[in-house]
């Protein structure tokens, strides 16, 4: 009887956490940066892993990019073909790709050593 009790105690809260993660979330962000490589790699990309949630989209995609290459620096907000692969699927999502289905994904920079770029989006339900 007590095994029981724990049981659905223990399945309640398991259901209670999905749900709160599965919420829709505005202005969720993940981070990338490029560091310093060492010998004779320059540089390492350090991609920001993210995941959208089962039953939810990624929606309102933007970045903010500051990109330094050859000792000049620049920032953008224009996402390019290679900023975010789908590691779900094993491809690169298109800049044109406004929404994200649930799935694993990885948001990267490119540039020298002190690069760095936010993506930021919002979750919504996928209907």
Do not use: W
């Not at 209670?16 to 990309?45: E, R, Y």
């Not at 995941?51 to 990019?65: F, M």
């Not at 760095?116 to 919002?122: I, M, Q």
């Amino acid at each position: 009887m007590t095994n029981r009790i724990v049981s659905a105690t223990t399945l309640g809260l398991l259901l209670a956490v999905a749900a709160l993660a599965a919420q829709p979330k505005a202005n969720v962000s993940v981070t990338a940066s490029v560091k310093p490589g060492s010998g004779s790699i320059q540089a390492v990309l350090q991609p920001g892993e993210f995941a959208v949630p089962a039953g939810l989209k990624a929606v309102n995609l933007r970045v903010q990019k500051h990109t330094i290459l050859s000792g000049n620096a620049s920032s953008s907000t224009t996402r390019s073909d290679k900023d975010i692969y789908c590691v779900s699927s094993a491809k690169y999502i298109p800049a044109s790709q406004t929404e994200l289905p649930s799935g694993n994904y990885k948001f990267a920079v490119g540039g020298g050593p002190g690069s760095t770029g936010t993506l930021v989006y919002d979750l919504v339900p996928a209907k």
